[in-house]
């Protein structure tokens, strides 16, 4: 069972841009949720979504920043117009259920450099 | 709301001593608490968690922890350290279904 996959891994936008990072959750697995980790800093909680739905959003910019899980294919988090201030690694989780005691598993990340 | 709070950003240890890395937690309700560890670049392994079980709870590579309500921690323990356990290690405590990550210890082994 492959695990969560991220792509890409390393991803470099000039300011202006768009920047889409994709996630497959593991196999099986509905429940999906995207954390941002600035230099020196642990992970924030961005987003959570299942099929279809996002679930929560509290941890979302306000602007700029939107995220899809769409019936078929991965997920997406997209990140429009970049900053430099958006240079992060961006992780994503999955987990087959809800509720605190679920493990989420964590995906290799992807790394953005806004130039 | 739930928080964690690690006392530690930097932790250094020699090969084979034992390891301390502290952790406390602030719950509006019983938390589920988990350790993760990130090598450099990489994305983040569970090592162990507690979910209102047993409250001393044991993880892989040795690593365990200990869930203890009256003092709100949750510290993680490992009685020989390895040169292989340096990385940065993250406790976490869930909040409604999204975790919450302290700020990280980075653990430091020299042979």
């Known amino acids: 069972n492959a695990g969560v996959m991220q792509n890409p891994r390393h991803l470099v936008r000039r300011r202006g841009q768009e920047a889409r990072l994709r996630c497959s959750p593991m196999k099986g697995h509905s429940h999906v949720y995207w954390y941002r980790q600035l230099p020196e800093e642990g992970l924030k909680f961005m987003v959570y979504?299942?099929?279809?739905?996002?679930?929560?959003e509290s941890g979302m910019p306000k602007e700029r920043f939107s995220a899809e899980f769409p019936k078929e294919g991965p997920s997406i988090l997209r990140i429009q117009q970049v900053v430099r201030g958006d240079s992060a690694a961006y992780f994503c989780a999955s987990s087959p259920a809800a509720g605190d005691y679920n493990e989420q598993f964590f995906g290799p990340g992807t790394r953005l450099t806004v130039l | 709301a739930q928080s964690v709070t690690q006392l530690d950003s930097h932790v250094s240890v020699s090969e084979g001593t034992p390891v301390l890395l502290r952790c406390n937690y602030s719950?509006?309700?019983?938390?589920?608490l988990f350790w993760y560890v990130q090598h450099p670049n990489k994305g983040l392994q569970l090592l162990l968690k507690?979910?209102?079980?047993?409250?001393l709870v044991k993880g892989i590579n040795g690593f365990e922890a200990e869930f203890k309500k009256s003092e709100t921690s949750f510290h993680l323990t490992k009685p020989s350290a390895h040169m292989s356990d340096a990385a940065e290690y993250f406790c976490?405590?869930?909040?409604?279904?999204?975790?919450?990550f302290g700020t990280g210890t980075r653990l430091l082994v020299s042979p």
């Open positions: 979504l299942q099929k279809e739905n996002i679930i929560d």
């Open positions: 976490v405590v869930t909040g409604f279904q999204k975790l919450v």
């Open positions: 719950s509006s309700y019983s938390p589920s």
């Open positions: 507690y979910t209102s079980a047993a409250t």
